[in-house]
């Protein structure tokens, strides 16, 4: 192993500050000894910070439509070929009820930015589940008002995802060219202004993105003292300006959830369908490398292969998602799986 690498290790196990040239040390490990010893790191730290139970998550894919054109995505406006649909506030509801029933604690609600489901709607769908089950509600519909993150609060919901995507503000601006880097971070402090659970993101591997990118994405989220973590590998769609490029690299990504976990702590992080989306073993590797929550999917099953963000997106059902955790000898989650702050 380096010596740069093991100065960066050694710090990384005081639990010391990571600077930017740490965690892009940390990112370059060779593979091998190396990312061996930044995996068990991160395995030693997960333990010890959010123990040995894996949460469950329920993610419902409401809706496949969306108004914008992320150049990465298969959902993109422009994607004339995707079939789409929509489930109704009543189909909502009732899988709700469906996920509490077969264990869920957490439901997350994610669609594309469909003004189809306005803020009346969804708030009393929100209120609805709340009133009627003991789920946690964790929504994931894109940028809104703060009017109407404030309403979804109010109506009872406790988490929100949105992935800032990529820090470097001019890749962002050439792949998302339809949101504004300020506004999407404006969004994310807002949520946690308004005391949700925060969940933000990057992909790993986007056309241009170098290592120092990549850094600057983990302290990102450290700075913002966000609640979740979901980073995957960027995988190319046929049907996106995108379909030409390289994949992101399942080592790399890995080392970007361990970096993750060694720099956030306490955070809960999913092992991502993009990841196993990219390799067989990806989720049980994440979950090796710092990550503790798993989302089977929960939606429909003949929307399923609509809700395309990528192609060939894994599966995961909950007995899937059951046996694996004991196979890895963890547990499954048993209370609502919030964060547990320890300072
Ligand atoms: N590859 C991997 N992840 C993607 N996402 C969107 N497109 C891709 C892709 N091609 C992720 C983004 C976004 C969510 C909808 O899915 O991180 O937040
Ligand atoms: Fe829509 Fe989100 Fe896909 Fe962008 S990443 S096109 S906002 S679903």
């Known amino acids: 192993m380096k010596q740069d690498f093991l100065n960066a290790l050694e710090r990384a196990q005081q639990e010391k500050n990571m600077s930017i040239d740490e965690m892009m040390i940390l990112l370059s490990a060779q593979e091998g000894e190396e990312t061996g010893a930044l995996f068990s790191l991160a395995n030693k730290i997960r333990h010890k910070y959010v123990g040995e139970e894996v949460h469950l998550r329920g993610l419902l894919e409401i809706s496949n439509y969306c108004t914008r054109n992320c150049l990465y995505c298969g959902l993109r406006l422009d994607n004339q070929p995707l079939v789409r649909y929509r489930m ?23 669609s594309g930015e469909d003004p189809y489901y306005s803020t ?3 708030e009393k769908m929100i209120a609805k589940i709340k009133k009627e089950t003991d789920l946690v509600v964790t929504l994931s519909l894109g940028e809104k008002d703060r009017e109407d993150y404030k309403r979804f609060r109010e109506a009872g919901a406790n988490r929100y995802l949105l992935k800032h995507e990529i820090m470097n ?158 196979a890895l000898g963890r547990k499954v989650g048993q209370g609502h799986g919030n964060r547990m702050k320890r300072n």
């Open 120 to 122: 009346d709607m969804l």
């Open 88 to 110: 109704t506030e009543e189909e909502i509801i009732d899988t709700a009820y469906r996920a509490e029933h077969h264990g869920f604690k957490t439901i997350v609600l994610q």
């Open 169 to 326: 503000p001019l890749i962002f601006k050439k792949l998302k060219p339809d949101s504004l880097w300020r506004e999407r971070i404006q969004c994310i402090a807002w949520l946690r202004e308004l005391g949700y659970e925060v969940g933000s993101g990057c992909m790993v591997g986007l056309p241009g993105q170098s290592l120092s990118d990549l850094a600057q994405d983990i302290l990102f989220m450290k700075r913002m003292n966000v609640d979740m973590v979901g980073i995957g590998p960027f995988i190319p769609h046929a049907q996106t300006p995108l379909k030409d490029e390289k994949m992101g690299d399942l080592t790399l990504t890995l080392k970007a959830v361990a970096v993750s976990r060694i720099v956030l702590k306490d955070i809960n992080m999913p092992a991502t369908t993009a990841i196993e989306t990219i390799h067989p073993e990806g989720r049980k590797r994440a979950l090796e490398a710092g990550a503790n929550v798993l989302m089977p999917n929960i939606s429909p099953v003949e929307n399923r292969k609509h809700y395309e963000i990528y192609p060939n997106k894994a599966a995961l059902d909950l007995e899937e998602a059951k046996k694996l955790i004991n």
